[in-house]
Structures are given as C-alpha cells and as structure tokens.
C-alpha cells in the first residue's frame, strides 16, 4: 500500500469530533470542509500551558527523505492516547516545494499520518497562499513607490532587500532583473524570490502572539534605505495594515486528526536549514491549552531545528520542553558511517558503527539545554537484529534512554515503549531549558557559541560583504536579536559533504538578512539557497488525477 | 453607510439553506465556514440547461470606477425572486489587484451585493490561488526542464512564451531577466509575469467541461520551441496530471447568497479587457441546471465582456442568453459626452447629449447578434429627472425598452420594473445568437469582422512582429480557433483617449498570444497590459483591520 492509499484506507471522523475532545464547542470552528477546520485564538489559555507537558521531537542530521520526525510525532502522540493520556501532535504545514521536486510529504507516514492528507500537501486551509500575497503585496507597494511621483519616499531602489516569495521549487526566480521594459514599467533592479517557507511573513505569523501583535510586526519590516540612507519599514509605506488583512485567517490554527482519531493542529511552515523550522507559537499554545501533552516537531537535525526551536521560538513565547525525543535511523547511521544512499537497506555493523559518532554529537549538543533525551529509533523492515542491538547498547553507555517506535508499521501501538519512556523522562525534568546563549551577547558572539555548543565547530568566519551588513545592523540597533542560522541540513558544519561528526571546522557567514519584524537576524551560511530547484526528475511528472478524482503518485 | 457597513448589516444564511433552494443536499455540499461552500460538478443538467432562460448582464463603455453591471446583476435576480421567478446569478470571482489598487471590489454594491463580501474579495475559497500555482508550476517545469541534462527536451529558452503569473498589480514583474546567479540558477532569460487573470489557466478553467477535460487542456498548452522548431507542449514536460491535481477543488463552483438571501454562484475570474472576461462554463451549466433565470454578466463594456461571451463562451458550450441587459448610468453617459470625471455628479443635459451615441454604439452592437435588448439606466442620486427623461427618449426612438434601477438604494425591489421588462423581453427571443464570425474564417477575417461589426472601426493592422507570429500559428494548424480581443476597456477603438462612439478608425494589433490549451488566440491591441500596475495611491494603503478582527477602508 502506498502511503496515499494507507491514508484513504481510513474514514475521517467530523472534524467537530475531534474538536470535541479538545473542548471547543462546535459554533467555534471554521470548517473547511467536513474534516477541517481554523482554531480561534481566544482558545488559548497561559495558565494551561504552564501547567502542560510539551515534548519536541528533533532528530540526527537526516538523509535526504528524512527519518521520520513527523512519523515519530503522530505515533507518539497515538501512543500518548493509547495510555490514556490526553495528547495532542502540533505540525508544521507542508511547501507545495518538496511535493512536486522530490517525492515525500510532511503529513507523516504509513499508519502514523495526519488526514486528509492530500489536503494538507497541496493547498490545505490557504495559509501558504495568504503569506505568499502579503510579502508581495509589500513587494508591489516597494515597487510603486520607487515609480510614483505622488507619495515617493525616496527609496534607493539599489539598497531594497526585501525580495518577493513564491512556494514553488522555481531556480529561475532565485536571482532576477525585474522593472525592465521601459518607464511605464518601474525602475530596474537587482532582486530575486524566495521560496514561501523563507518569508519573514511565514516567520512573524509563527512568532505572533496575536493578530495585532502580527500587524505591528508587519510594519517594523525593514525593507532598504532612502537614496539619504535611512532604512524603509514596511509601516513607511502604509504596507501592514493591508497585510494583516491578508492574514486574519492564516493566524488561526488548523486543526485535523491522525489515522487513530486524535486532535492534530498543523499551522506555519517555515524550513528549519533556512528559516526557524518550527510551527507557530499560537498552535503550540493552543495544543497546550487543551491537552495534558503537547507534542511538537522541529524540521531537520538538532542543529537546526531544535536550537531554534528553543533558543528562538521557545525564549519568545515563555515555554519549554519536559523532553525531548531524539529520532535515528539505522539506514542513517549507517549513511553517516560511510555506506551509500543505495546501499544503506543492507546490514552493516561496521558503517553503522563507524556512523554513531553523529548521533553522540547530536545528544552532546541537546544535552547542553539541560533537558531529558530519549532515543527513538524509527524502524525500517530492513533493520537487522543486530544493528538495532548496537544502538541500544551505546545509547545504555551514553545514559540516554532509547526506544525502538513502529509507528510506520503499527501506528500508535507500535510507539507504546517510546511513549512509556517519554512519560518517565518529563516526569524527572525539573527545570527550564538552559539557552545557548544571552540576547545581550553580540551577534558574533551569539553565532560562535551556537557554533562550539551545537555545531561541535571551531569559530565562525564572515565574508567582507557579511561584515559590512553587520557593521550596519548593529548600528541600526539590532544586536540584541537573536540569530536564526540559515544552514545546510546535511552537516553540523556548513559543508555539506561533511557528514558523521565533523570536528575541525570554521562556519563561513556568506552574508546576513535582517528580519526586523520577526525580530532576528539570519546569517546565511555556506552556500545554503532560500529558493530551492526542482531535481532532475521532478516529482511533479508522476503526479496525476483521473475523471473520478482519483490521484495517483502522490507519495 | 460605506459597502461593508451594509454588508454586514445582514446576518447571513446557512449557505445549506441556499443550498436547499437549489435542491442541493447537503452531504453534496463542501463547506467552508458557513457561509460559503462548492458544489459538486455533477449537478450539471443539460437537459434543464436547454430549458433555461439565460440572461446577460453587459455595460456602455465603463468609466474607472464601473457602471454597476454586478450591482443591477444582483438586484435583477433579487427582484426576480420578488416576483416569485426562480433566478439565480452566476458572477467572476474578484482579482486582488484591483481591491488593493483602485478601491472598489467585485461584489456589487450597496444593498444587491453577494456575502460573505470581505472574503470573496480576498481569498475566498482559494481558486485564484490553485490557478496560480498550476501557471507556475508549468513555468518552474519549463525553467528545469532547460537547466536539466536528465531529461532535456531541447527548448530553445529564447522562444519560451508561457509567462508566470501573480494576483496582483506588480508592474514590477511585467517584464523581467530570469535565471541569473551562474550556473546553479538556470540558463538566463526575458520574461514575465502576467496577472492570474489573465493567466491561460484561468482561460482553461473557465472553458473547461470537467476535470478530465481541464487536465487535457493544460497538456495541450504551447510553451515555446525546441532548438529544432519543434512546438513543445505541457504535456511533453509530463505537466498536466500534478496542474489538474492543483486545480482539483478550484474547477468546481462556489455557492454564495445576495444580501436578500438568494442563490450566487461566484467561480473564475478572467478580466474582460485581456481574457475572455466572463465566469466559467460550469458555473453557468450549474446554475441553469438549477433555476429558471440564470443572471451573468461580461466584463467592462459589450465590446469586450459581451463579444467574448457569445463568440467565445456561449459557442463552446452550446448555449444562448435569451436577453441582453445593457447597463448605462446618467454619468458615464455626461463622461462620455466631454464632463470631467470629477465634474459628472452635476447636470448637463448638454454634455449627456453628447454622450448618447456611445450608448446607440453598443445598441447597434449588440443588435448583430439578434437577441432582445433592455437598457438598464444603473441610478445614482446625482441623476435629474432631466437626465433621466431625455435618456428614457432616446430609447424609446432606438426601439430599445429601458428600465431604472435602483438595486445600490433598494436591493431587489428597486430592479423589479427592470425584472419585469427582462421577463417580456425573453418570452419574445425565438433563436440562438448570430455569432460575429465563422470559425472557418481567418483569424484576420475574424479580428475584422469584430472591428466593424462591434467596434465601428474600418480594419486591423498588424505590426510586423504580429504579422509574423500569426503566420506561425496559422502554419501550426490553428486557423481555426476563435480570437479573444485584449484592448483598451476605456474605448471602442485601441486607443483609451477616444471616448464616445469614435469613427473612422483602425485596431492595431502589437504581438498575438497563443492559447492553445484554452483553445483560442489573443491579439494584443494598442498598448494594453496583461500586468498592470498600482496607481499613485494604492487603495492597499487605507486598509487595516484592528485587533477584534474589523476591517476599515475596504471599500
């Protein structure tokens, strides 16, 4: 069966079931359709979500289809409800990106999948597209008043950074000309698009608080300098109140249902190598104000999304973590060990060995925020008996707990172990997570400690281009923001090639983005792209419908 | 009491109640919010769509802000349901760009309006969006396509046509240098973005029987050439199974209500200046599937909204209005005659009189095609009873029976003289439209035919880029697909300044665009974009919305 037909295999329940086990009332939703439906804010309870066990799944540095964080996610949370504690999984939505270039969704996974999952992969409740036309709204307005004699405000249309966003896998739009044709046509200029998961839009409605508080954000964005140099925000151009109306609906949180029935809240959708990588702050919120536990994700390795996870979305909303689940793989143990994507289905011990140094680095690193670890390893048909016995055995050497999670093949019952685990381990957490680093800190000083404490990196080097930028925004005011590192997935270091455990290693600052609204600044690493291509064989060439509705390829 | 006031000063209907009236159940029906719901493309029936009475609701040549064709569309249906007629109206679904550039929306006005009007307006149920994204994956296809060596077709990036496409007025993006940034960022080319409504997908959805044909349709679209001269398809990029799933929910119709609770369907949303200008075929199927009297309306003038209706729509799938309303207000009649746009509120009987024959212009028109007319003067309070009097002669001596509305002051009520004129008028159609041309003709023949018999002009000319692109598309086979006009909405003739009923002149076409998916040819006329731009001062400026959710300064 494939994934799709797993997911259609099961009848939704009601939409307003589901929302009756959260303790919404059925004259609060918003339905789209019979098995979706928007969340209102006022849901949100602060002393609730003091009171909640919030666990985040994070992960080792992943293979390209990735290990199954959302997997582990949706079963733990079936597995939570199989134990009779009242759970709840909180998701990211997915990019229309990796749908059509390479073949795998974000709704999880054989029998641990959120539905309707066709839904939630293409346009789901139109969150994507409303943060799409808010940044570019700003973009027309840029634009207009570089052209308008009417209401100029003398922008120099050389020092704009604000860039248009699409979420599409479109490498043409990466680095453009745009304003050609003449004069009825604007002011030529170097810009480009990013991919929609990289917008700060998609970043400030994550970190709001409310749809105020996201207007107000709206406008702080900075968006380049008069030709006399002083920086543009975006309320200089009357931008935000319009965008806020753009957005009064994507602020609110989805909420659908895993394959068991249980409540899951998908809302925001940020890629965690070039953006903050985790779901709104309003969504875990809500997921904790209505449930005992809370269960969250953070997109790619620890590296990424678990350090912004909690040194980002976790400081600004006043939360933290009881556990967090470190999710492995044995194909990518064996990957970071040496043995080729091809190959990593065949049993060896001596890759795998040779591999576990990555998983090691990934529990030093959390160990640093001084909150319980559990290893779940997500179960491959592939994996042998003797593999699984060595991770286990040095998990036991590492004092971490593990748990070997069927999630895939059994859906809440075969996650039972690493709930059970879970359970133990947030019932010892007796503290908040400890930051890797203080806002007052300086930028630099900031990034190199993420560099030595998560990385396992020697120090952090900055192109002269970066050093200008940085001179710059730190005189416009904005050392004390924290940093939301835009990095490759693939290596704790910034080169991708650099898998297992590097050591030995500089972090090279190719340039920064300030992202005034959402209140950070991204130092953009290596050669890390905020608007991705398609592959070679596009995903999208497998995908079709026939006349009765029925689709095929997709996952 | 500003538009929105009013909106909102009725509490709407269970849209399942609306449904009801149209003998939908309502386990066929998917919701979004309560509000607002699709209906399934089944409840086509083309047996009681050859038993219906069509209507067309069409305008004199508009000034900026528009006649009112929706708000007399509305009131026409509300008052025919006063007069316990079975009616329902069929409308386009709004654009972003003119919400945030001109301010006024797309969902009548005053008391015949459609709700809920803040989201129809925005995102509503997403079509525009999905139409979007189905354009633009194509174009990141295409742009991957000539980047890979996996699996190249050979396109020549020079003669790549298919543009990408955004919702909303960013002249920005009109005409653009794409793919730069080295080799990872593509081979290098011109381009641009046109806006969604003018997309060919929007083209497609609107003339599409269903999603069977929809997906054929996208497969047949011509994107440019190998290196070769081979014509290349969609389908040769294995593109239109992943655009027809895009579009799987934007192909079917969206149920909405008029202020006094009677049944709209809002679908597709073409401008009528560089598209074909009018809602989509099954949209029109399904409500005349379901009423007695199915009200629609064309985009801007007869010229433009109404041609295309009938030579383009109306011919595809087979049916035929059994009235045409043209609607005319007492001001545009004043503009037209030489008053000033801000001067048209005060009485002239003088500069009226001058404007009449744009009026008579479209009579005649429209006459061509054989079906009844019934002016509907659109009143504004501004109007005399001088003004109105001589306007109401004119008719009377063209032979032409006229009506005063007052659907903006009265909702249904004040359109039922115009109702009860609109039943007498159809009882007495006895034949199909006269179309302009015959497909047979050449296309030149068919662009003349236009030119004389809708616009009063005396020929085409065609610039050399022009002429040598049509004879390519003639030479590929596709004489024999119908034209759809792109021209200036301001005048009968390509040139905006020439108001009234200008004379003794030629149509310039620029450069023809060729859709082969939607199955028709566009000659670009004079200097009209397909990518507009803001105006001085963006409506988008004064549109904000506070923190208990209500919006200001839209509309």
């Known amino acids: 069966m494939t994934e799709l037909q797993i997911a259609e295999s099961v009848t939704p329940k ?43 799944v994070t992960a080792m540095t992943p293979t390209p ?4 964080k959302t997997t582990t996610s949706i079963g733990l949370v079936d597995a939570l409800n199989v134990l009779n504690k009242k759970a709840v999984v909180v998701l990211r939505e997915p990019s229309l990106g990796p749908v059509f270039g390479i073949k795998g969704g974000a709704a999880g996974g054989g029998w641990s999948q959120v539905i309707p999952m066709v839904d939630i992969n293409l346009h789901f409740t139109g969150d994507f597209h ?71 839009i998609m970043a400030i409605l994550c970190l709001a608080s409310d749809l105020e508080d996201l207007k107000e954000r709206c406008g702080n964005i900075y968006i380049g300098d008069t030709w006399k140099g002083t ?72 590296d990424l999304g678990a350090e912004k996870f909690l040194n980002i979305k976790c400081r600004a909303a006043g939360i933290s973590p009881k556990t967090i689940v470190l999710v492995a793989t044995i194909r990518a143990l064996k990957y970071h060990g040496g043995k080729s994507l091809k190959d990593i289905t065949q049993e060896d011990v001596i890759a795998l060995k040779k591999g576990l140094p990555n998983l090691e680095r990934h529990i030093e690193s959390l160990k640093s925020f001084g909150i319980p670890i559990v290893v779940s390893i997500n179960a491959f048909k592939s994996d042998t008996d003797a593999e699984m016995q060595l991770v286990k055995e040095h998990c036991k050497t590492l004092g971490v707990p593990v748990a070997l999670s069927y999630g895939w093949e059994q ?8 709930a059970e685990k879970v359970v133990q381990a947030a019932n010892t957490c007796t503290q908040e997570f400890k930051p890797t680093y203080n806002l007052e800190d300086s ?35 904005y050392s004390d923001f924290p940093v939301c590192m835009a990095k490759t997935e693939k290596s704790f270091s910034d080169d991708k090639k650099h898998l297992g455990r590097p050591v030995g290693f500089d972090v090279h600052i190719r340039e920064f983005e300030l992202a005034t609204g959402a209140g950070f600044i991204i130092p953009i690493a290596g050669n890390v792209l905020r608007m991705p291509g398609l592959p070679g064989i596009p995903a999208a060439e497998k995908i ?12």
């Not at 307003?16 to 969340?39: H, S």
């Not at 998560?454 to 952090?460: A, E, F, K």
Request: one cysteine or more.
């Open 65 to 68: 289809p990735g290990e199954g």
């Open 443 to 477: 930028i630099i000083g900031k990034m190199e400690k993420i560099c030595r404490t998560i990385y396992g990196g020697d120090s952090v080097v900055l192109s002269d281009v970066a050093k200008a930028q940085l001179r710059k925004y730190e005189a416009m005011g």
């Open 231 to 302: 920086p543009v925000y975006a309320k200089d151009l009357n931008a935000h109140g319009a965008m806020a109306v753009l957005l009064k609906d994507a602020i609110k949180p989805n909420l659908v249902q895993t394959l068991e029935g249980n409540p899951a809240i998908i809302h925001g959708g940020p890629f965690a190598n070039i953006a903050q990588g985790t779901n709104s702050i309003v969504a875990t919120k809500m997921g904790m104000s209505m449930r005992d536990y809370t269960v969250t994700e953070a997109g790619f390795g620890s």
């Open 411 to 418: 859906g809440g019952k075969g996650c039972v172990d690493l």
């Open 544 to 555: 079709t419908i026939d006349k009765d509705g029925t689709i095929e390829g997709l996952f």
């Open 14 to 56: 009601h939409i307003k079931e589901i929302a009756y086990k959260l303790g919404i009332p059925e004259e609060k939703l918003e339905y789209y359709g019979n098995t979706k439906a928007k969340l209102p804010l006022e849901g949100i309870d602060e002393k609730k979500v003091k009171q909640n066990t919030l666990i985040l």
């Open 130 to 200: 409303a943060i799409e036309k808010a940044n570019n709204l700003l973009s027309a307005l840029i634009e207009n008043n570089i052209q308008s004699k009417t209401r100029s405000l003398g922008i120099d249309p050389r020092t704009v950074v604000w860039k248009r966003c699409m979420d599409m896998n479109d490498r043409g739009l990466r680095n453009i000309v745009a304003a050609l044709g003449g004069k009825a046509g604007g002011v030529p200029r170097e810009t480009g698009f990013n991919i929609t998961a990289a917008s700060e």
